[in-house]
């Protein structure tokens, strides 16, 4: 069942329950009032008459029902008495409404009962067996106990009004069901309106679904409402922030919109990107911030980066081939055979051995393709790359993943690259040597070497020698290798040298232990 119809339906039958029960009440409240009203209009009428100087004067008197049967009719027109009876200290009927009655012997048991205590006395009937209220007084003349009077009211007075405001009744109630029913339609319709239609299963889904993919995200992910109060926070974003499992906000109303670094409780430093959140109404309904690990974000970019340089590398390749295919098929136009098996020969001699290295010692496939690409690129620019074949490097090697060693290399041999281009004469070379304790590796490159001035700040970031909004690679190549445990050595007066330990694991944990 749609939640409309179910909201509709409870409060159609809530309605109706409450209007039955209420009605009940009413009704069952005005019917004893009415009783107790008439049974007291009895009782007055009864003790009204007792009093009358016709009925006192002629009560005693032999011939007087003559007189008190008159004053009856006469009052019973008047009034909207059903029924009179006037006896006297005997019993007998003086008054009556059927006049073949007068003279006899009443068989009243509340008449018998006045003239036996001389009380006022009283009786409902079952409406079934004598649907009347019943209230008789006794008389007094001078004084003297002589008879008594007895006035009854039926139930048909009470059927008559009972009927007229019954029927108010069910239709004040059947007008406020209608009433009800219109307004249970539009508010279920309001509420699904504010719900965008969906229904309980549905959104019960959608917050599973949305847990799920934020509990698998890497990103710290925080929604803070119009208020500012925090209203959601992946687990992601507790550990990047240090928070503990109890606290419940984050004050994040300080992260402006755009990229900006934070430094969270656990010292690390996180990318912050802050968007506002619009809601249907087009309104501002709250703010998203989401945090990254600063170093992560990096390395992704330097990915991306490397990522260029391969394709870029890769067209230079072909361009590279495209200009030799050109010459070998000039030679054979000239039909120099010779110098065309020479040139073959002297191309494919120095690419076959740049290939055996990164084939046979370099066993990591990032790596080999990040030197590949870096070859080829400077091959273009005129700088000769050498590749020392003593170099190795295992795949999933122990001392470093794939990624931070493709990080400081890329960086290292990018540095060199932007130092050598533009000369004939540039030479950049590489070794890579892991043995069983250490991950050895140099990069040297026969450039200006490092001016003096900036040799004591090099691993600072921003500082560089080729300008301004420059020098964050040597100083990512730095956090990665102190993060390893590892050691940089950088020497700059003729070219320059980079030279770099990362040791292993066991030998970091030994040293971080005597610490």
């Known amino acids: 069942m749609k939640l409309s119809r179910k909201i509709s339906l409870f409060i159609i039958l809530l309605l109706i329950f409450t209007v039955i029960v209420t009605s009940f009440f009413f009704v069952t409240q005005w019917l004893d009032s009415l009783r107790f009203q008439m049974r007291n209009q009895a009782m007055d009428l009864a003790e009204t008459l007792s009093r009358a100087a016709q009925i006192r004067d002629n009560i005693a008197s032999p011939n007087g029902d003559i007189i008190i049967q008159r004053e009856m009719e006469r009052i019973r027109l008047h009034t909207r008495i059903q029924s009179i009876q006037i006896v006297n200290i005997n019993g007998l009927i003086y008054a009556h409404s059927l006049e073949s009655e007068i003279r006899k012997k009443t068989d009243n048991p509340l008449l018998n009962e006045v003239l036996v205590s001389g009380q006022p006395a009283q009786r409902e009937g079952q409406p079934l067996t004598a649907p009347s209220f019943q209230a008789a007084a006794p008389v007094y003349h001078r004084g003297i106990f002589s008879g008594a009077v007895l006035v009854e009211l039926f139930y048909g007075r009470i059927y008559q009004e009972s009927r007229r405001n019954i029927v108010i009744i069910v239709t004040v109630a059947l007008m406020t069901l209608g009433c009800g029913i219109i307004l249970a339609r539009f508010l279920s319709q309001n509420i699904k309106m504010s719900i965008f239609g969906l229904e309980p299963v549905e959104i019960a889904r959608l917050l599973t679904q949305q847990h799920l993919i934020l509990s698998g995200f890497d990103l710290g992910v925080v929604f803070s409402d119009r208020d500012g109060s925090t209203s959601m926070i992946n687990p992601a974003a507790r550990k990047l922030l240090g928070l503990s499992p109890a606290e419940k906000d984050v004050d994040i109303a300080s992260f402006d ?20 959140v619009i809601d249907h109404h ?16 990096r390395r992704r970019a330097e990915e991306l980066t490397g990522m260029r340089q ?153 500082v560089s020698a080729k300008g301004k909004s420059r020098g964050i690679g040597l100083s990512l190549v730095k956090e990665i290798i102190d993060r390893l445990g590892g050691t940089i050595c950088v020497e700059g007066v003729q070219g320059t040298s980079v030279d770099i330990e990362i040791p292993g694991p066991e030998k970091t944990a030994k040293e971080e232990s005597r610490q």
């Open 282 to 297: 087009k309104e501002k309904a709250g703010k998203i911030t989401v945090f990254e690990d600063l170093t992560e974000a």
């Open 257 to 276: 919109e755009g990229p900006q670094e934070h430094l969270s409780r656990n010292g690390k430093t996180l990318l912050c990107r802050s968007y506002p």
């Open 310 to 462: 391969l394709t870029s590398a890769l067209r230079a390749q072909n361009h590279e081939f495209l200009n030799k295919l050109h010459s070998i098929s000039g030679l054979i136009q000239l039909k120099d055979y010779d110098e065309a098996l020479r040139f073959i020969s002297d191309a494919a001699g120095h690419r076959g051995e740049i290939t055996a290295v990164l084939t046979d010692r370099i066993r990591e496939p990032a790596v080999a393709g990040l030197l590949l690409s870096k070859y080829n690129r400077a091959t273009e620019a005129r700088i000769s790359v050498t590749i020392d074949e003593e170099s190795y490097l295992s795949s999933s090697s122990p001392f470093v993943s794939p990624e931070d060693f493709s990080s400081i290399l890329g960086n290292l041999i990018e540095n060199a690259y932007e130092e050598l281009k533009g000369r004939n004469d540039g030479e950049i070379f590489i070794g890579i040597y892991e043995g069983s304790r250490s991950l050895q590796c140099c990069i040297e490159d026969n450039g200006r070497g490092i001016p003096p001035h900036i040799r004591s700040s090099l691993f600072k970031r921003g």
